[in-house]
């Protein structure tokens, strides 16, 4: 079976989700940072997987449910710490960021077949990707891709196709960056402790 990767910052006030600070506290873009944590680490729970890890920069916390491993992000740019994290795995692997409080098992459990797939992608819609999946992880197929840039699925997708891979896609889905972006997520997925800790926020904040 595939690995599960997530790749995530502790939630850390400060530390994370800054750009949410033009209407929330810092500790506040933490604490939804967290939820958003929390929704994306059950979805990975209760999807089927041979292995559910988390790549963390910061240090771990009692936020973290038991059956997920905790290994330590490597050093440099993101780049060569996505291609780290999939050195870990070890084999086939699916990687996630902690921006998609949205996402389901649902979602996720297409982009850990690869029985007709050399790699799986799900671009976001700030022209990043949510998830990167990889049959056979090589970090050739990720260093050197510029990260949080308008193009950067697009570069990074390409680079799959040129290397020769049968790539599959994953539905689009927004990463929660900005005030806006966390409006939406929240509407489009209401029963999550992402949106309730939203409208919670807006409503004392109003």
Not at 25 to 48: F, G, I, M, N, R
């Amino acid at each position: 079976m595939t690995t599960l990767l997530v790749i995530a910052k502790a939630p850390v006030a400060g530390r994370v989700k800054t750009r949410l600070t033009t209407v929330f506290t810092p500790q506040q873009a933490a604490d939804l940072a967290l939820a958003s944590l929390q929704d994306t680490l059950a979805a990975v729970l209760a999807t089927p997987a041979r292995r559910r890890v988390l790549v963390l920069d910061g240090r771990p916390g009692p936020w973290i449910p038991d059956g997920i491993e905790v290994v330590p992000q490597s050093t440099g740019g993101l780049d060569a710490r996505l291609a780290s994290a999939f050195a870990l795995a070890g084999g086939p692997a699916l990687l996630i960021g902690m921006d998609t409080p949205q996402v389901t098992p649902g979602l996720l459990a297409p982009g850990l077949d690869f029985t007709e797939a050399d790699a799986w992608f799900g671009p976001a819609d700030d022209g990043g990707f949510w998830a990167l999946g990889l049959a056979d992880p090589d970090p050739a197929l990720l260093l050197g891709v510029p990260m949080s840039a308008a193009h950067t699925g697009e570069v990074q997708r390409r680079r799959l196709t040129r290397a020769g891979l049968t790539v599959r896609d994953l539905p689009g889905l927004c990463d929660v960056d900005t005030p806006a972006d966390a409006a939406r997520v929240a509407a489009a997925a209401p029963r999550t402790r992402f949106a309730a800790l939203y409208c919670g926020l807006c409503a004392v904040t109003r």
